[in-house]
């Protein structure tokens, strides 16, 4: 398990995020960066930054699922978004998938994901305890 830290020192976090977290020594595992797209390939929610950010961490939430892990146990997240202030107006819907303590934020505005449609992209970090580890079958 990990442990998250904000120092005294250092601004409140105004969001879903920690200033720091510590690996304590379960499975670390990166995750691709995902996207909103159904289990077909296909874009959810083409102009709903909204509908985006939820599809893209069920789709987080479903490839740590495979492999034993939880929401809880994300470290870190990397997000790019094509609109920073529609993107920060989803807030709420980030703290349906993270309670404190909330995993280290990167958020970046790009111009342009792969594909046109597509407004977010989240990469993660996570620490899952070996006990609940499952290395996939393949």
């Given at each position: 398990?990990?442990?998250?830290?904000?120092?005294?020192?250092?601004?409140?976090?105004?969001?879903?995020?920690?200033?720091?977290?510590?690996?304590?020594?379960?499975?670390?595992?990166?995750?691709?960066?995902?996207?909103?797209?159904?289990?077909?390939?296909?874009?959810?929610?083409?102009?709903?930054?909204?509908?985006?950010?939820?599809?893209?961490?069920?789709?987080?939430?479903?490839?740590?699922?495979?492999?034993?892990?939880?929401?809880?146990?994300?470290?870190?997240?990397?997000?790019?978004?094509?609109?920073?202030?529609?993107?920060?107006?989803?807030?709420?819907?980030?703290?349906?998938?993270?309670?404190?303590?909330?995993?280290?934020?990167?958020?970046?505005?790009?111009?342009?994901?792969?594909?046109?449609?597509?407004?977010i992209e989240i990469?993660?970090?996570?620490?899952?305890?070996?006990?609940?580890?499952?290395?996939?079958?393949?």
């Amino acid at each position: 398990m990990s442990k998250s830290y904000n120092p005294a020192t250092m601004w409140k976090p105004f969001g879903a995020f920690s200033m720091v977290k510590i690996h304590e020594g379960g499975q670390l595992v990166h995750l691709k960066g995902q996207v909103s797209l159904d289990r077909e390939g296909q874009i959810v929610g083409k102009s709903d930054m909204r509908v985006q950010v939820r599809q893209t961490l069920e789709n987080i939430k479903a490839v740590l699922a495979a492999i034993g892990g939880e929401m809880a146990d994300i470290v870190s997240l990397t997000q790019y978004t094509t609109d920073i202030e529609r993107f920060m107006a989803s807030g709420d819907i980030r703290k349906e998938f993270f309670s404190e303590p909330y995993p280290v934020t990167t958020t970046v505005e790009i111009v342009r994901l792969y594909r046109p449609d597509l407004q977010i992209e989240i990469t993660a970090i996570a620490e899952i305890p070996r006990n609940r580890f499952r290395m996939p079958a393949d």
